[in-house]
């Protein structure tokens, strides 16, 4: 009897302990890419301390994570870092949409006429992820480096991206979130959301006022696609002390027209 072709793509069948041990392997070289991410250089000790693993275990992960140049160690301080090829990984989600391209000069002429960090995101699970960010100059500025995240209701983008949801999608956000409260000004109920959500519509523009820190001002509004669809939200940044009741209104002005720009460049009527 001529035995059956394996369907192309698809893996042989796997021993159930084979393929626990693999994915395990694969989750603890994922665990330390995520920490290495989220830190600023980590040592061997540090790391394994962290992910609560043994050193040996750590150091087999990274000398495989290194040799394919997904990690690298700086020798003079004995630390880890997350190396190029990770970032030639990450850089492939961004690839998927021309959102970043087409937004690039929109976000550095608001940066050079609010003189303040014009920043962009995309909504993930629940959060927003910054995929791009046009510094100010200005000493003291917002920094949402690429491929940090925050949660929508606690951030000007995340609630300019939440204004656009119809009301059946907007409800079944409201039951699954928790408000998590980061400074006595973050919205911590539905009803603050949907109130928000009502302002956002009228005005056409969301503000994060010191809701996620102490001290910093947001404001934002939503890019479109050619479906009508909020994609991307778009925002400036700053220092509430530089940026008062007057100049917000200004800036909302502006990043209503920004966010209109770039949503014409994608397609939108």
Known sequence: MQQQKRRRGRPRELRTDETTSNIQALSRALDVLE???????????G???YLEQSTATMHRV???LERRQY??????????FVGPEAFKLGSAFLRRTNI?????????????????????????DGHVLFVSQV???????AFFPPGTSSPLHASGIGKALLSSFDDDRLEAFIKTTRFNLFTDKTISNADQLRKAVKQIRQRG?????????????????SILDSYGEAVAGISISGPTVRM??????????LLIEAARDVSKRLGAS
């Open 47 to 49: 790391l394994s301390s």
């Open 71 to 80: 990690v690298e160690c700086a020798p003079e301080r004995q630390e880890w």
């Open 135 to 141: 510094e100010t100059h200005e000493t003291i500025r």
């Open 62 to 64: 990274l000398t495989t």
């Open 35 to 45: 920490a290495l991410a989220a830190h600023e250089g980590m040592t061997l000790t």
């Open 205 to 221: 523009y969301s503000v994060d006022d010191e809701e996620r820190t102490i001290g910093m001002r947001c404001v934002a509004a």
């Open 100 to 124: 970043v391209e087409r937004s690039r000069s929109v976000m550095r002429d608001l940066m050079t006429l609010t003189g303040e960090t014009s920043n962009l995101g995309i909504c993930r």
């Open 244 to 253: 008062p009741d007057t100049k917000v209104r200004e800036i909302g002005k």
